[in-house]
C-alpha cells in the first residue's frame, strides 16, 4: 500500500457567540483539515491547528509522504521534519504542528487498515467515558446566543446548562483587567452551583504577579480547582506560589523548567503542539514522571477533538477533565459532530481509526466560510478595533 495523496483544507469552525478573553474577542477558530489517501482506498484523516499549516502541509510535507507506506510513521517524521532540536533552535513550531495533522491522520489510517478503534492501537481503554468541562465566559450578543455580559448573566448560563445537561464541571474565562467582575462572577458561581461543582478558570496571562497575587486573595475561598496562566511565566508562578494554594496549568512544554521551578501542577494542550499522538504519548509519561497532571484543550474540530478522546481513553494518567467548547460549537466537519457532552463526559468514539467520518459537505461549507471571511482573528478587541491589546492588563 502507498500514499498517493496528501490534502490540506483549510476551514473556519465558528463558535455560537464571541467569547471575551484576556486578548479581546474571538468568535471562531481556523485549522487545516488533513485527508491522507492511498492506493486501495483508504483515507486517514488528521487536523492541524492553524489554517496556516494547509501550505506547509501542501506544498512541502505532503509532497515528501506520496509513493512511502502509510504504515511507516516513524519513517514519515524522519523526512518530514529535520532534527527535533534544529527545528527548535529555530522556532519553526509551525512545521512540527503541521507534521503533527499529518500524523494524526497516519494512525487513523492504521486503525482503518486493522479495523480498531484508535485506543486499542494505544493499548486499549483504561476508560470508555472521557470526562470533560463546559465553558463558560462574558460573550458577545450573536442572534439568539450569547450577550452574557454581566456576572448575573453568566451565573445564569452555567445553571441552565447543569439543568439541561448535567453539567458540574466548569471552566471559564478569568481576564478583566477591572478584577471586579472576574472576581464577583467566581462568587456567584460558587454561591449558585454548590461546593460540589469543580470550578476551574483561565487567565490566559492577563494579570502581572502584583495583581495576581490580589486575586489570589480573593480566590483563595471558592476552592478554584486550578488556575490556568495567571501570570506570564513560570517564574511568575513560581512567586504566586507562595501566596496561593490554588493549583496552577500552563500551555508550556519545558518540562526541565517546570521541574526546576516546581510549578505548574499540569499541562494543558493539543496533540499536534507535540507532533503527533506518538510524542504526546510520550510527553504524558514525562508528566507522569515528574507528578504534573495533563489535560487536552480545546477549540479543535471533531476530528482533532475525537483523537484526544481516544488518548484519554488510553492513558491512565489524563485523569482531570479535558477542557471543552463543545457546548459553544454549532458546526463541525464530521457527520458525528459535535460532540455534546453529558453529564460531564463524553464517550469515545468507537469506531476504526478516530472512530469519525468526515462529511465532504460539511467540509466545503466550513472552507467556503474561510474563503468567505478570511481566518478568525483571535486577538480582536472590539473595544479599540485596529489596535492589538498588551499583557498584563493589570
Known sequence: ???????????????????????????GFSKAIVEVETDEGFTGIGEAP????????????????????????????????PSWQG?????????????????MALWDLRGKLWNLPLYALLGGAVRKAIPVTDYFSFREKAGPDGGETTPEAVVDYCLGLREAHGTTFFEGKFYTADIGPSVRMMELLREALGPGAMLRIDGNMAHSLTSARQIARELEPLNIRNWEDPC???????????????????????????????????VVTDIATHGGI?????????????????????????????AYLHLCAAMPHIREPNQSLFRMQPLDVI??????????????????????TLSQDKLRHL???FLHDGPYNKYHDPDRPGVFRRLPLS
Open 278 to 306: 506518538a510524542r504526546t504519548m510520550r510527553f504524558v509519561g514525562a508528566c507522569e514522571q515528574l507528578g504534573l497532571d495533563f489535560w487536552c484543550y480545546s477549540g479543535d474540530s471533531g476530528v482533532a477533538s475525537a
Open 367 to 369: 472552507h467556503q466560510l
Open 50 to 81: 492553524s489554517y496556516a499549516h494547509a501550505a506547509i502541509i501542501n506544498l512541502s510535507l505532503g509532497p515528501r509522504l506520496v509513493g512511502r507506506d502509510p504504515l511507516d510513521i516513524a519513517g514519515a517524521e524522519l523526512i518530514s521534519l
Open 232 to 266: 506570564g511565566s513560570l517564574y511568575d508562578l513560581k512567586a504566586l506560589r507562595q501566596h496561593t494554594s490554588i493549583p496552577f496549568s500552563v500551555h508550556s512544554l519545558d518540562l526541565r523548567q517546570a521541574a526546576h521551578l516546581g510549578v505548574p501542577d499540569a
Open 1 to 27: 500500500m502507498k500514499i498517493t495523496a496528501v490534502r490540506a483544507t483549510p476551514v473556519n469552525i465558528p463558535l455560537e457567540a464571541p467569547y471575551l478573553w484576556s486578548y479581546g474577542s474571538l468568535a
Open 87 to 103: 527545528v527548535s533552535n529555530n522556532i519553526d513550531y509551525n512545521l512540527i504542528r503541521a507534521f503533527g495533522g499529518i500524523e
Open 335 to 356: 457527520e458525528e459532530g459535535p460532540f455534546r457532552p453529558k453529564n460531564n463526559v463524553v464517550p469515545v468514539p468507537e469506531g476504526p481509526g478516530l472512530g469519525v
